[in-house]
T-cell receptor, first 113, second 113 residues
Framework: DGGITQSPKYLFRKEGQNVTLSCEQN?????MYWYRQDPGQGLRLIYY???????QKGDIAEGYSVSREKKESFPLTVTSAQKNPTAFYLC????????????FGPGTRLTVT | EDKVVQSPLSLVVHEGDTVTLNCSYE??????LLWYKQEKKAPTFLFML????IEKKSGRLSSILDKKELFSILNITATQTGDSAVYLC?????????????FGTGTRLTIIP
């Protein structure tokens, strides 16, 4: 079945450690996105990539980094520079030039203590 | 900066009631307005609206866009407990190839049996 997967579902880290969240899709979509969701707030865009080996910062990119070496994969690294990393992270993908068809993964809940 | 505001923030109704969720936006220009349903974890796509005054319908859900007054509504009739979720509204920018969406804060709908 085609879809988008994120792992792990829950992640716990100590403050000061970098952590990488996985996002994989087998939908042959060109575009991929990372969002962050906090209580009482809408989804906020962290990074997005429209094509392999290219990505752009979203609205809240500080403290995060991404790579897009393969079409299927768009991992997100939460670095120690991110001041408030505890959140629910959602990855999405969409066919090229059709961003309304955003297919979302199940999400990763990251807790940093 | 584009802004999307949803109201109410939360709503609790009894099963069988009809609800109307509101989405207003301050966006100079956009390609489409989108509604998503988020239950448990990842949002799922509901509607895309591009033209003013044309109702989109899917079962008990319907939505309409008013470009003059800059708002959209999502109606759910004969609500069921399975309708309990956060409903997100988003606007898609007009620039071809720009894949970013601007989301509202969402409306949390709770249906009491």
């Amino acid at each position: 079945d085609g879809g988008i997967t994120q792992s792990p579902k829950y992640l716990f880290r100590k403050e000061g450690q970098n952590v990488t969240l996985s996002c994989e899709q087998n939908l042959n979509h060109d575009a991929m996105y990372w969002y962050r969701q906090d209580p009482g707030q809408g989804l906020r865009l962290i990074y997005y990539s429209q094509i392999v080996n290219d990505f752009q910062k979203g609205d809240i990119a500080e403290g995060y980094s991404v790579s897009r070496e393969k079409k299927e994969s768009f991992p997100l690294t939460v670095t120690s520079a991110q001041k408030n990393p505890t959140a629910f992270y959602l990855c999405a993908s969409s066919p090229h030039q059709s961003s309304y068809e955003q297919y979302f993964g199940p999400g990763t809940r990251l807790t940093v203590t | 900066e584009d802004k999307v505001v949803q109201s109410p923030l939360s709503l609790v109704v009894h099963e069988g009631d009809t609800v109307t969720l509101n989405c207003s936006y301050e966006v100079t220009n956009f390609r489409s307005l989108l509604w998503y349903k988020q239950e448990k974890k990842a949002p799922t796509f509901l509607f895309m609206l591009t033209s003013s005054g044309i109702e989109k319908k899917s079962g008990r859900l319907s939505s309409i866009l008013d470009k003059k007054e800059l708002f959209s509504i999502l109606n759910i009739t004969a609500t069921q407990t399975g309708d309990s979720a956060v409903y997100l509204c988003a606007v898609e920018p007009p620039n071809f190839g720009n894949e970013k969406l601007t989301f509202g804060t969402g409306t949390r709908l709770t249906i009491i049996p």
